[in-house]
């Protein structure tokens, strides 16, 4: 399998909860005080929820009620794709307000909604594309302006992120915000190999990233399990390389157009000289090994990899790169470059003498002569090359873009050695970490000891989503709305980093994705009713809420040992589950309140009391759907031991509200019984152990022999 970066310790940090500051962490004193003010003040207040956080906002007073004479247009510079994303965003504010207004802009005349632009910007998206904007509610109207098209858009999503209702009507608060994004790369990497997701599942992931602001959709076209990009020149490489199932270069056309409606570069990856078993079933010229190859459908670290030492294979790459360049404008190609383990270059003599006459001593200075190669190639197609960390030796041409997974300290190198560089090491989403611990990776962290000039080349980071466990039904939930907090982490000012008032904006954002199309609340549901064969899954629900999806490494392993593939269903309670479901840190909160001040009577004890009821409650309904679902019946006996934890809260309620002792040994066996339940079920894990360890620990004994069980 493969052992993928794990994260830094150094990022591992925790969080503390401050409600005051929660509302407006992010922004100026000035204006945080304004809103905690407000709050309390009018049903007008201006109430936070924008995602990703502003660079500067001020809230002003009063606001603008929308109507259905709420109009839009153009007073500069328009054009058709800037007309496009302004009828979009109209129909989605109309859509969010039920208002019947026009939402086709006009040029030149006077709105309500006046939007101001110098021009269209670049005619091929850059990573150093005008993305700032600013936007101005005030009672009369609403204001944006911005250098370029792709600027509207950003403020567009800000503008429908802005939206409050008094109970009766929807009004935008008075704002001013002066917004440009911290980071210029902000991606997501899409791995469409594994399991290959249809054109509708990248254009909702497209209108997503808009949504949070993200610019680069980063598509991982060919790996070991598949080629998922049709060639004209080389035909076999999807006829026998992709079983069937690969974008047409129409369908590739029509997504990079979908993108750039929406200020999203597309930086296609073919991955090679490893991870290429799907090229060589259908060229075996290219591989340096005799075949027959075949598409991969384990997961991990493959031998087939290219010749570098043969002319043919750059011949083949001139031809398919310059194919490719002609798909993808975008001014980044990236070749991969990961995980070549070597092995079919040490078996094969030829490639041996070849390394021999070049002084090469290693495979890694091998790898580096291609990659060489490679780069000219790019560079003749107009093309500059990325790729993963390992691409990075001392003599790689300094254009070179590298992608760091291993680690922080490879990006650092890179940047050091005069190499732009992007984030991954700590964004991995099929890692299952919950959004706090991608929110506090940063691609330049405090204390890093960049100078100013190496810290410029930190272009931003990415999100990756790698396709071994996700296909069309389950990926939403894979990557939203965790990825929405990444988002954030590359577009605000690094002082935006309260982890509490993250996920109070997350959970909003997440519900306004769902509006938008994607599907990660909704589809739990869906494969809970599936799995349960039931419309009433409310048992169910109360379960789930309690549990994710098991970490990456801990569903690798049980891939390898169970043989899972490509080809195995994804329709397990695992897939079901979110990782990091809401449930997860409310429930902290809560307890964190609670423990607080948890003598006598308090809303937190009646609301924590109340859940642990209902575990209780729904073990024998949970049991019943499972009687009738081997499926479902695969998490026995979760139900019994979220039962047993309800117990141990109810206990330790009990001793804790009313100050009574507890009898010496208690907590040690409670503590006992909730590191029984740590252990994985499933490929299910409990996300409510540590606050109720937290609720056990604060309980006194008494002192004396523990009681004889
Ligand atoms: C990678 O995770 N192998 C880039």
New binding site residues.
């Given amino acids: 399998m ?1 052992l ?2 794990q994260f830094p310790s150094l990022f591992l940090h925790s969080s503390r909860f401050n409600v005051v500051l929660a509302c407006m962490l992010a922004m100026a004193p000035m204006a945080a005080r304004r809103c905690v003010a407000q709050a309390n003040a009018s049903p007008y207040a201006f109430h936070n929820t924008l995602m990703p956080q502003p660079s500067s906002l001020e809230a002003g007073s009063g606001h603008f009620m929308l109507t259905a004479d709420f109009a839009a247009a153009t007073d500069k510079s328009h054009d058709e794709r800037l007309d496009e994303a302004i009828e979009r965003g109209m129909k989605r504010l109309a859509f969010e307000t039920g208002l019947q207004f026009s939402t086709q802009p006009t040029a030149g005349a006077a709105a309500q909604f006046l939007i101001s632009v110098d021009g269209p910007g670049e005619a091929v998206q850059s990573v150093d594309e005008n993305e700032s904007y600013s936007l101005t509610v005030t009672e009369q109207g609403v204001h944006l302006s911005a250098a370029t098209d792709v600027g509207v858009m950003r403020g567009l999503a800000t503008l429908e992120q802005l939206v409050q209702n008094d109970g009766e009507r929807y009004f935008l608060p008075a704002v001013s915000i002066q917004d440009t994004p911290r980071f210029r790369w902000r991606g997501l990497m899409l791995d469409c190999s594994r399991h290959f997701e249809p054109i509708s599942v990248i254009k909702r992931t497209l209108d997503g990233m808009e949504a949070v602001k993200l610019n680069v959709f980063h598509w991982h076209l060919t790996d070991d399990q598949g080629f998922r990009i049709q060639s004209k020149v080389f035909p076999l490489l999807t006829q026998l390389g992709s079983n069937g199932q690969f974008y047409t270069q129409e369908q590739a056309k029509e997504i990079v157009a979908y993108a750039r409606a929406r200020g999203i570069r597309v930086v296609p990856e073919f991955d090679m000289p490893g ?1 290429t078993s799907s090229w060589m079933v259908g060229y075996p010229e290219l591989a340096s090994a005799a075949g027959p190859f075949h598409i991969q459908t384990g997961f991990g670290v493959f031998d087939p990899v290219m010749d570098p030492t043969r002319e043919s294979t750059y011949r083949f790459l001139d031809k398919f790169v310059g194919e490719m360049a002609a798909i993808f404008p975008d001014q980044y190609m990236h070749i ?1 470059g ?2 070549n383990n070597g092995v079919e270059w040490k078996q094969n003599a030829q490639i041996q003498a070849f390394m021999r006459a070049h002084d090469m001593t290693t495979t890694a200075e091998l790898q580096a002569y291609f990659n060489q190669k490679l780069e000219k190639i790019l560079e003749k197609h107009g093309k500059r090359m990325i790729g ?1 960390d390992e691409v990075l030796t001392p003599n790689l041409p300094a254009s070179v873009t590298i ?1 760091s ?2 680690g922080y300290e490879a990006l650092a190198q890179a940047a050091r050695q005069g190499h732009d560089g992007i984030l ?1 090491s700590g964004y ?1 989403l099929d890692h299952m970490m919950p959004a706090s611990t991608y929110y506090q990776v940063d691609p330049i962290p405090a204390g890093s000891t960049l100078d100013a000039t190496e810290r410029g080349r930190i272009l931003g980071g990415e999100a ?1 989503m ?1 396709g071994e466990y996700v296909d069309a039904e389950v990926v939403d939930s894979r990557i939203w709305p965790r990825a929405a907090a990444i988002a954030e982490r590359l577009w605000s000012p690094q002082s935006v980093d309260n982890v509490d008032d993250m996920y109070r904006r997350l959970r909003v954002e997440s519900l306004r994705l769902e509006a938008l199309g994607m599907t990660q609340i909704s589809q739990e549901d869906a494969s809970l009713r599936t799995l349960a064969g039931r419309q009433e899954i409310a048992p169910l629900q109360v379960l789930a809420a309690t549990l994710e999806p098991v970490d990456f490494g801990v569903r690798g392993a049980y891939s390898e040992a169970h043989h899972v593939t490509t080809q195995s269903p994804l329709d397990h309670v695992i897939d079901a589950l979110r990782p990091d479901p809401p449930f997860r840190h409310r429930f902290s909160m809560l307890v964190e309140a609670y423990l607080k001040s948890p003598r006598g009577r308090s809303p937190q004890e009646a609301k924590l009391r109340a859940l642990f009821e209902q575990w209780i409650a729904v073990e024998p309904r949970v049991e019943e759907l499972m009687a009738h679902s081997p499926l479902l019946a695969e998490a026995n006996p979760r139900p019994a031991q979220l039962a047993e934890l309800g117990g141990i809260g109810m206990e330790a309620l009990t001793y804790l509200s009313t100050g009574q002792a507890a009898p010496a040994g208690w907590r040690a066996s409670q503590l006992a019984a909730i590191d029984a339940a740590e252990a994985p079920v499933a490929l299910t894990r409990f996300d409510v152990l540590d606050p109720l360890r937290s609720m056990v620990n604060a309980v006194e004994e008494s002192p004396g022999a523990p009681p004889v069980q």
Wanted: aromatic residues 26%; glycine residues 6%.
């Fill in positions: 493969i993928r970066a991870h991969g990961d995980e993963w992608q997974w291993r991954s991995y990756c790698w």
